[in-house]
């Protein structure tokens, strides 16, 4: 399969369009890209809540800390371990 790149500007334009009141389907069809795809990227961008410093967390955000808590919980407990 070939995956296919796009710069986070277009991504982020679609985001907009979309914010916009544009349907992801409409904007898959305008701009060649599947219907998932677009609505992956809404889904991504989604505010879920707010840091320690009241700044907006997005969806691929906090997915993103959530790895990195699982991997760090992880080396610990393999330093527990070791001591």
């Not at 389907?25 to 707010?50: D, R």
Request: aromatic share 8%; charged share 25%.
């Amino acid at each position: 399969m070939n995956a296919t790149r796009y710069a986070t500007e277009f991504k982020s334009s679609i985001v907009a369009l979309y914010n916009e009141g544009r349907s992801a389907n409409s904007l898959a069809n305008e701009y060649h890209l599947a219907v998932q795809t677009a609505t992956s990227w809404v889904k991504k961008s989604q505010i879920v809540g707010t840091d320690v410093k009241g700044q907006p967390v997005t969806r691929a955000e906090f997915n993103a800390m959530q790895k990195e808590v699982a991997r760090l919980k992880e080396e610990n407990e393999i330093l527990s371990r070791l001591a």
